[in-house]
């Protein structure tokens, strides 16, 4: 099994930053792909941005040139720098890792989610 912990949400104000954080922790081979998603109130869960062990990065449209993500393999940790952010951006934050825990078994995990809102 695998444990992730999601840091680093808030409030924020329009214009302003916050950097998520999210840290996978238990039985890991290899961690192939992380991801963020949000979903806010009323909407469906909708992908962020994610990234493979290669460095591989595909955003949504309305966060390029906004967000970042990025890894640290040695720490098993991703991150989500979110600049320039804006009300729209408010919702519930969530990370996704797909992990291998041998050569041959992948398992997708979901950290807990954290909330992100972004008003004056």
């Known amino acids: 099994q695998v444990q992730l912990v999601e840091s680093g949400g808030g409030l924020v104000q329009p214009g302003g930053s916050l950097r998520l954080s999210c840290a996978a922790t238990g039985s890991i081979f290899r961690i192939y792909a992380t991801g963020w998603y949000r979903q806010a109130p009323g909407n469906q869960r909708e992908l962020v941005a994610t990234?493979?062990?290669?460095?591989?990065?595909v955003y949504a449209d309305s966060v390029k040139g906004r967000f970042t993500i990025s890894r640290d393999n040695a720490k098993n940790t991703a991150y989500l720098q979110m600049n320039s952010l804006k009300p729209e951006d408010t919702a519930v934050y969530y990370c996704?890792?797909?992990?291998?825990?041998?050569?041959?078994?992948?398992?997708?995990?979901w950290g807990q989610g954290t909330q992100v809102t972004v008003s004056s």
């Open positions: 990234i493979t062990d290669g460095g591989s990065a």
């Open positions: 996704k890792f797909t992990v291998y825990s041998n050569l041959y078994r992948r398992s997708d995990y």
